[in-house]
């Protein structure tokens, strides 16, 4: 992954990720409609759909020539770069569940711990929106689920291999994924460092940590008023959602749509560089 600090003016870095959304879009168009050949085109469609709407989102909130007449321009890198991790995030959980070169067992005990993690998840969120004790949320809404997914995982031939504090914590549906993020990102070909230095300064704005807001009191950036810092991160934000999306296109045409590169033109192909490997 090489996103450099300032290696392309915003109008550049708008450009060539609108040019990226636009083959998506149209990947994801010719992959709609088809009969799912199991668990891993079926979360590959819902992931992709997903990203190509993130990413339309930030195309929307980057967009700056709405004539005045009807809009104020209005900045907002901090916004752009919730987008930005949330595409990213995206990306992570599709190429865990669908573009990585594993085996099949393997891919299915990853489906179950995302399945249990899910189970787990939901019980504590609908316990919070309601008066429902934890024992009368599962008694009434998940316990065939929780039955269901236990039982594949005690038939799970990868899962049985594990060590048993590794089961242990996964029963828990604690942990969505049985990796970290940056183990996701160096087997889908990114860089642990680059990935970890990104991720922290998307972070820190979506969450409001005083690196997101300190810099505010010298009118520089998030004010909602152009200036060259504002520009520059948004762009930033943008290089950053093309990398993603990129990888995305290139793992739906390769590994769950091949049939689509056919329907490709030489200007598209080479855009997202379909010769490389995912």
């Excluded at 990413?55 to 209005?74: G, N, R, V, W």
């Excluded at 031939?157 to 160096?186: C, N, V, W």
């Excluded at 970890?196 to 940590?209: D, E, F, Q, V």
């Amino acid at each position: 992954m090489t996103v450099f600090i300032g290696d392309r003016h915003f109008e550049v870095s708008y450009r060539d990720f609108s040019m990226i959304l636009k083959l998506a879009v149209k990947v994801s168009k010719l992959g709609a409609n088809r009969r799912s050949t199991g668990f891993r085109m079926t979360f590959a469609s819902i992931l992709f759909t997903k990203i190509c709407v993130i990413s339309l989102s930030l195309q929307k909130l980057t967009t700056q020539d709405i004539p005045k007449k009807h809009i104020a321009e209005h900045w907002d890198y901090a916004s752009s770069f919730s987008l930005a991790r949330n595409l990213m995030e995206c990306f992570h959980t599709l190429f865990y569940l669908c573009f990585d070169d594993i085996l099949e067992e393997e891919r299915i005990t990853r489906k179950n711990i995302f399945n249990l993690h899910d189970i787990k998840a939901r019980e504590q969120l609908f316990t919070l929106m309601t008066a429902l004790s934890d024992e009368e949320v599962k008694q009434n809404n998940h316990s065939e689920c929780l039955e269901y997914i236990m039982e594949e995982l005690k038939c799970d031939t990868h899962f049985q291999t594990l060590e048993p504090s590794d089961k242990k914590q996964y029963i828990s549906g604690k942990k969505a994924f049985m990796m970290s993020r940056e183990d996701i990102e160096i087997r889908s070909g990114g860089d642990k460092d680059t990935f970890k230095m990104w991720y922290k300064l998307l972070s820190a704005n979506t969450h409001s940590y005083p690196l997101g807001f300190f810099h505010m009191i010298w009118g520089t950036r998030g004010t909602g008023v152009r200036s060259a810092t504002e520009e520059q991160y948004t762009a930033m934000a943008l290089n950053i959602s093309e990398y993603y999306l990129i990888q995305s296109v290139r793992g739906m045409v390769k590994i769950i749509y091949p049939d689509i590169l056919d329907k490709l033109s030489p200007r598209e192909k080479k855009l997202v560089d379909l010769n490389n490997q995912i």
